[in-house]
């Protein structure tokens, strides 16, 4: 899978893309996921022009497709996997020598094997807000028993507004310098631990759709707020950190605050990975519209009435707080509409609309996820379409036997 740079964006017209993509894959049997080479090697290439020479490290959760993580890292300017369980870091560590895992672990048999390994040691960083995940570590291998631990400390990138209150996710409880000095220097102090970077993550920037009046200008107004009031924390906490250890990355960012991010001058690299397939969501910002890399086809099974076309599963629901705009977007045909009492179902979702009176037993209809990797649990490999025609099979995680979380 080479990811050359696109001349064209055929997506921007619905008419040809989805046709194309359904032509594409006629042969294939739904539910079916779907990447385009070209909507994702134009992603790939967008990220680092949005980077500006910043350095990219892949967050695995939002592809868990090993060919992609690959592919993507096979170019000049993405270095290193963000994985999000340690299980699934050491995984990803056999073929690959830079990944961090970007939550703390209590994962005591992944524990013992990263401590029992001297080379995957050497590759694969954890993460810390806590002494406690510390004694953890030490309760599971003695630091005499095990090979170094990489460490990686996390600042809490939340924003703290007096109108909004707290604007963020709820991750490290570290959120001053001071805080983050005194765990750099408990880190330090432990033996059997080395301490290698910092990370922050800025989901009020990142991951908080920001396009359109009113509610728009509200978080844009709070996103550049908080890209500053973080620029100058998150500066002093590096610095601090820096006079305790010898840092080899500062990570922070995501695929929605990319710009912010990579003007943050403590920042030696970008985290991101859901503007690889374009999901739903990364719609719904101002400042960029990524390509929509990564899609499913579902088959009419019945027509209940002359109005309603039901269609086989669907109910592939994004995570967050509950609300329409977690279900997945019905693309193509245009003109469909799902029934408010039913929705998304586990195995039949009901659609409806002008379009639906056109569809017949067998035919296709084309959705978007919400959320980028959560797709791929849904689906054991994914056909790869360049071209007009599939060129390839690859597997996601769920394909290859592996579920991490």
Same mark, same amino acid.
């Given at each position: 899978?080479?990811?050359?740079?696109?001349?064209?964006?055929?997506?921007?017209?619905?008419?040809?893309?989805?046709?194309?993509?359904?032509?594409?894959?006629?042969?294939?049997?739904?539910?079916?996921?779907?990447?385009?080479?070209?909507?994702?090697?134009?992603?790939?290439?967008?990220?680092?022009?949005?980077?500006?020479?910043?350095?990219?490290?892949?967050?695995?959760?939002?592809?868990?497709?090993?060919?992609?993580?690959? &592919?993507? %890292?096979?170019?000049? @300017?993405? #270095?290193?996997?963000?994985?999000?369980?340690? +299980?699934? $870091?050491?995984? =990803? !560590? *056999?073929?690959?020598?830079?990944?961090?895992?970007?939550?703390?672990?209590?994962?005591?048999?992944?524990?013992?094997?990263?401590?029992?390994?001297?080379?995957?040691?050497?590759?694969?960083?954890?993460?810390?807000?806590?002494?406690?995940?510390?004694?953890?570590?030490?309760?599971?291998?003695?630091?005499?028993?095990?090979?170094?631990?990489?460490?990686?400390?996390?600042?809490?990138?939340?924003?703290?507004? &007096?109108? %909004?209150?707290?604007? @963020?996710? #709820?991750?490290?409880?570290?959120?001053?310098? +001071?805080? $983050?000095?005194? =765990? !750099? *220097?408990?880190?330090?102090?432990?033996?059997?631990?080395?301490?290698?970077?910092?990370?922050?993550?800025?989901?009020?920037?990142?991951?908080?759709?920001?396009?359109?009046?009113?509610?728009?200008?509200?978080?844009?107004?709070?996103?550049?707020?908080?890209?500053?009031?973080?620029?100058?924390?998150?500066?002093?906490?590096?610095?601090?950190?820096?006079?305790?250890?010898?840092?080899?990355?500062?990570?922070?960012?995501?695929?929605?605050?990319?710009?912010?991010?990579?003007?943050?001058?403590?920042?030696?690299?970008? $985290?991101?990975?859901?503007?690889?397939?374009?999901?739903?969501?990364?719609?719904?910002?101002?400042?960029?519209?990524?390509?929509?890399?990564?899609?499913?086809?579902?088959?009419?099974?019945?027509?209940?009435?002359?109005?309603?076309?039901?269609?086989?599963?669907?109910?592939?629901?994004?995570?967050?707080?509950?609300?329409?705009?977690?279900?997945?977007?019905?693309?193509?045909?245009?003109?469909?509409?799902?029934?408010?009492?039913?929705?998304?179902?586990?195995?039949?979702?009901?659609?409806?609309?002008?379009?639906?009176?056109?569809?017949?037993?067998?035919?296709?209809?084309?959705?978007?996820?919400?959320?980028?990797?959560?797709?791929?649990?849904?689906?054991?490999?994914?056909?790869?379409?360049?071209?007009?025609?599939?060129?390839?099979?690859?597997?996601?995680?769920?394909?290859?036997?592996?579920?991490?979380?």
């Amino acid at each position: 899978m080479r990811l050359d740079r696109p001349g064209s964006t055929p997506w921007l017209d619905p008419s040809h893309w989805w046709p194309m993509l359904d032509a594409a894959t006629a042969e294939l049997d739904p539910p079916i996921g779907v990447i385009s080479l070209d909507a994702l090697a134009w992603n790939a290439h967008s990220l680092l022009d949005r980077a500006a020479g910043t350095p990219i490290r892949v967050a695995s959760k939002s592809v868990r497709v090993r060919a992609v993580l690959d &592919a993507v %890292l096979a170019l000049p @300017g993405y #270095r290193g996997i963000l994985a999000y369980t340690l +299980a699934e $870091a050491l995984w =990803l !560590a *056999e073929t690959h020598d830079d990944v961090v895992v970007g939550y703390p672990s209590a994962d005591r048999a992944s524990l013992a094997r990263l401590a029992a390994d001297e080379g995957l040691a050497q590759r694969v960083t954890i993460m810390v807000d806590d002494i406690a995940q510390l004694d953890l570590v030490d309760a599971v291998v003695a630091p005499a028993a095990r090979a170094p631990i990489r460490v990686c400390l996390e600042l809490d990138s939340a924003y703290r507004s &007096a109108l %909004l209150g707290y604007v @963020g996710v #709820r991750r490290s409880p570290v959120r001053e310098p +001071a805080a $983050a000095r005194a =765990l !750099a *220097e408990a880190v330090v102090a432990r033996p059997g631990f080395r301490l290698v970077g910092m990370m922050g993550y800025e989901a009020q920037i990142a991951g908080l759709t920001n396009r359109g009046a009113g509610r728009g200008t509200i978080i844009r107004a709070m996103q550049r707020a908080s890209a500053s009031e973080l620029a100058e924390r998150r500066g002093a906490a590096v610095a601090a950190v820096r006079e305790v250890a010898e840092l080899e990355f500062v990570n922070g960012g995501g695929t929605g605050s990319i710009e912010s991010t990579h003007a943050d001058a403590s920042v030696t690299e970008i $985290a991101a990975g859901s503007g690889l397939f374009g999901p739903r969501l990364f719609d719904g910002y101002v400042h960029f519209r990524p390509a929509p890399a990564a899609s499913f086809a579902l088959s009419v099974v019945r027509r209940p009435t002359a109005e309603i076309a039901t269609l086989l599963g669907g109910g592939w629901i994004a995570s967050g707080p509950p609300g329409p705009d977690r279900l997945p977007e019905l693309v193509w045909p245009q003109g469909l509409r799902m029934l408010p009492r039913e929705g998304a179902g586990e195995v039949q979702t009901p659609v409806t609309g002008l379009a639906a009176r056109e569809l017949a037993i067998g035919d296709r209809v084309w959705l978007r996820h919400t959320k980028a990797g959560e797709l791929s649990e849904h689906v054991n490999e994914f056909a790869v379409v360049h071209d007009g025609a599939v060129v390839e099979t690859v597997p996601s995680y769920r394909g290859e036997g592996r579920v991490f979380l």
